[in-house]
């Protein structure tokens, strides 16, 4: 009756942008991620009868603003004709601020559902219903590198490599804080219905998702770097040219960008991505963190560091 699990971020490599049906949250492309080991959120489901609706507090605080995706997600789960649930949820990184919260949260929500519930729901069904939620959190059921493949009718999540067999650091530098104004999932719908570039996105995707695999098996970063960074700036490339345009990034986004630029030139073994927001995360060789926090640290505009290594799945912590 009641469970808690815990899942970590994962942020995309090779990205999803674009959705082929937004009713039931199906992607337009595959993507490719790694799960964070030292950011994470826990979700706290707990029945109770005695409730009219679900109640939902994130971080200490009414959330109610998230209160319908999570009822959906919850009615995804165990049916519309489910008694109600306290939800509690607990993340120790900012929230909506382009570091994939919703990703850990829905994760987390469907692995504690699934067990207060009682479903006993198999991986490709929680990956399922943890995608029809948001589509990154179906990869952060799943540890280390992971593909989300999207099939004709539904999506499924594959390891590609353990974060064992490749630890590689994630340096995140924080450029602002605070909720970014328009979602990844408005922003992507903008995106596919005014963007010149999208369908260009779309059809590049498997030959840009074939590259990073094969990085990924050789574990070779310099080959990964290149894929990487292309794949990003090509959805922001997408992005500003949607009308209205998104553009997530300010004047710090740019000079991490420049920072990385100037350590991959001397040589240190590094990349950056962003997502739907102002962060830049750096991923690199572990021997390599020290010396991309600190060119980080040092870069103007950037408020906070944060570094985490690849890390599991969501699992249950409590059932
Ligand atoms: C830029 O998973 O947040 O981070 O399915 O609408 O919830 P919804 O979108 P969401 O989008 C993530 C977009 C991205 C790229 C990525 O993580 O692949």
Known sequence: MRAIAKAQPNI?????????????NLPAVGSISVTLSDLFTEMDVEIDETLKDDLLVVNGQ??????????SCLDNVAGQDRPSARVTSNSNFPIAAGL?????AFAALVVAADAAFGESLSGGQLASLAG????????SLLGGFVELE????DIAVNSLLAADDWPLKVVIAITASGPKA????????????TSPFYDRWVEQQASDLTEARAAVSD?????????AEHNCLKMHSVMWGSRPPMIYWNSATIACMQSIRDLQSRGVGVFFTIDAGPQVKAICEAEHEPTVRQALVATA???????SGLGAGAKLVTA
Do not use: C, Q, T
């Not at 995309?12 to 937004?22: E, Q, S, V």
């Not at 009414?62 to 009822?71: E, I, K, T």
């Not at 999207?150 to 009718?153: A, E, I, Q, T």
């Not at 950037?302 to 570094?307: A, N, P, Q, R, Y």
């Open 132 to 139: 029809r939620s948001s589509g990154s959190a179906a990869r």
């Open 150 to 153: 999207n099939h004709r009718d």
């Open 219 to 227: 574990r070779e970063l310099s080959k990964l770097a290149l894929i």
């Open 12 to 24: 995309a490599l090779i990205k999803y942008w674009g959705k082929r049906d937004p009713i039931r």
């Open 301 to 307: 505009g950037v408020v906070d560091v944060m570094v």
């Open 62 to 71: 009414d959330g109610n603003a998230m209160l319908a995706r999570v009822s």
């Open 182 to 193: 328009v979602s990844s999932g408005e922003a992507m719908e903008v995106s596919r219905k």
């Open 100 to 104: 994939a919260s919703s990703a850990s």
